[in-house]
């Protein structure tokens, strides 16, 4: 079955104490990203790589690093959390990243900093 | 820059009823994609219906249909015959669709609209 894993799904950690989400897909997709969800902003673009050792910033990548050594694993890392890192976090893979190809989206990681 | 506007943050309607949805766009790019997704209480983000910037017919996917007006930069999407099991969070989004450019690739998502069915 065609699918983006990320774990943990739920996290509740403190100020300070880094931490990686991991993501991976199964559909050797060259493009993932990744998303925090904030009520009334949407989805918000935080890394996106194009493929293996390619990445670059999206529209809030402060407090974030990403890395892509294989294909199809692109782990989140937050070095030192901070509250205001509280959120839902989306990976997202697709075999383009142009065009109408479905971005496939992850089950959600609801991390809470506090 | 892209921006996607969802200016509904809350609907209601009535089971079996149609209900429009309502989405603008801004973008400076020529060739470009727009979207829609269902986020039900569960949290899961749920692929609806996709439209191109040049499809020349509007897109549609069973009860889905999106009311594409390129001039007025509106993608709105439309459910007809609603089931209670269309309440859900509703989010609007795009992307270019040539390469390059900051916003390659990017999906840029509007606020997102809750929809409430009745019975």
């Known amino acids: 079955e065609a699918q983006v894993t990320q774990n943990p799904r739920y996290l509740i950690t403190v100020t300070g104490k880094k931490l990686t989400v991991t993501c991976s897909q199964n559909m050797n997709h060259e493009y993932m990203s990744w998303y925090r969800q904030d009520p009334g902003l949407g989805l918000r673009q935080i890394y996106y790589?194009?493929?293996?050792?390619?990445?670059d910033k999206g529209d809030v990548p402060e407090g974030y690093k990403v890395s892509r050594k294989e294909k199809r694993n692109f782990p989140l890392i937050l070095e030192s959390p901070s509250p205001n890192q509280t959120s839902l976090y989306f990976c997202?893979?697709?075999?383009?990243?142009?065009?109408?190809?479905?971005?496939?989206f992850g089950p959600g990681t609801r991390l809470t900093v506090t | 820059a892209q921006k996607i506007t969802q200016t509904q943050p809350g609907m209601f309607v009535q089971e079996k009823e149609a209900v429009t949805l309502d989405c603008t766009y801004d973008t400076s790019d020529q060739s470009y994609g727009l979207f829609w997704y269902k986020q039900p209480s569960s949290g899961e983000m749920i692929f609806l219906i996709y439209q191109g910037s040049y499809d020349e017919q509007n897109a549609t996917e069973g009860r889905y249909s999106l009311n594409f007006q390129k001039a007025r930069k509106s993608a709105n999407l439309v459910i007809s015959a609603s089931q209670l099991g269309d309440s859900a969070m509703y989010f609007c989004a795009m992307r270019p669709s040539n390469a390059g450019g900051t916003s390659y690739g990017k999906l840029t998502f509007g606020q997102g609209t809750i929809l409430t069915v009745h019975p």
């Open positions: 790589s194009m493929n293996v050792e390619v990445t």
């Open positions: 997202a893979s697709s075999l383009s990243p142009t065009g109408g190809g479905e971005q496939y």
